[in-house]
């Protein structure tokens, strides 16, 4: 796996919010604005856009290699691996800074001082550059200590930037606080690795869109037909019920249609065929949508408003 990434998403300037609260990812952050500025479409768009037998002996159990525990000492964490997500001011000089962690997830910190001139995090807490950070505190809302940038990624640009800022603001609205993800954190440094290579983005996009859903366990399983327990096959028409799973057309459905071929290609991750990346494109913006409970998605809004000037 490439080296990390880190995120960071737009900040909101509301000083009196709540700290404790999840921040809403503002969709006039100047970086967005500025990314924004030399794309001019989606980039889900433009850029290419599931007789008893007898018991049989119960094998002894075998050792389990687990990983090695994060490093912490009572309530402190140190030397984390991370990138902002998120972050927006706090009182006259500190931020709140959402972090996403490979061992615990994405976390809320206070950075205090933060935004005073000479401060050593100031330049430190920058959206998709890999971090080593670490912080104090039992609450949900911690206190961050340190930050230290790692390196070792090129910066996103133009319409990868704007799919950056989009990846952090899924993460944001999808991910609860504190319930750790380290595969996810290892697909979102690929993710963020492949934009600023130049891959495709609907391409890569789409493999980030379904690791996520599969990662917070709320993705069916796509090749399994929920009306007859078999595989779904290439040459059927099936709509995806978000919590059970594709099924056949009815006349009647509203969602999106998409082939099984379509289907067996998202679990494969092959994207050459142009059908399966025009119908996976949809299919994921539905299920994103019952997801997020109709939650917009700022990041996509701007883009919308700008194909309308």
């Not at 954190?185 to 690929?190: I, L």
């Amino acid at each position: 796996m490439a080296g990390m990434p880190s995120p960071a998403t737009p900040a909101e300037s509301d000083a009196s919010r709540n700290p404790g609260s999840t921040p809403e990812v503002a969709s006039t952050d100047v970086a967005i604005a500025e990314a924004v500025s030399t794309v001019g479409s989606d980039p889900d768009k433009d850029t290419a856009s599931a007789v008893a037998t007898a018991p049989t002996p119960i094998p002894p159990p075998t050792q389990v290699r687990r990983r090695a525990a994060p490093r912490t000492a009572g309530t402190r964490v140190q030397g984390q691996p991370a990138f902002v997500l998120h972050s927006y001011p706090y009182k006259e000089t500190s931020l709140i800074v959402e972090l996403l962690t490979r061992d615990f997830g994405r976390v809320a910190l206070i950075a205090k001082g933060a935004k005073r001139p000479h401060s050593q995090l100031r330049g430190v807490l920058q959206t998709f550059q890999p971090l080593s950070a670490s912080w104090t505190g039992k609450n949900e809302l911690r206190t961050l200590t340190d930050a230290d940038w790692v390196g070792g990624m090129l910066p996103l640009e133009k319409t990868a930037l704007l799919c950056g800022f989009y990846l952090n603001e899924l993460l944001v609205k999808l991910l609860a606080r504190d319930d750790a993800h380290p595969v996810l954190f290892d697909h979102y440094v690929a993710t963020l690795n492949q934009l600023a290579h130049l891959e495709p983005p609907p391409i890569v996009l789409r493999k980030f869109e379904t690791a996520l859903l599969k990662e917070t366990g709320v993705a069916a399983d796509l090749t399994r037909c929920t009306a007859t327990r078999t595989r779904v096959l290439a040459e059927v028409q099936y709509v995806v019920e978000p919590e059970r799973g594709p099924r056949p057309v009815r006349e009647d459905d509203a969602a999106p249609r998409v082939s099984g071929k379509t289907l067996l290609d998202m679990e494969r991750e092959d994207y050459q065929d142009a059908a399966t990346q025009a119908q996976s494109k949809q299919l994921m913006r539905f299920l994103l949508a019952y997801h997020l409970n109709g939650t917009p998605l700022n990041t996509r809004q701007i883009l919308i408003d700008l194909m309308q000037l």
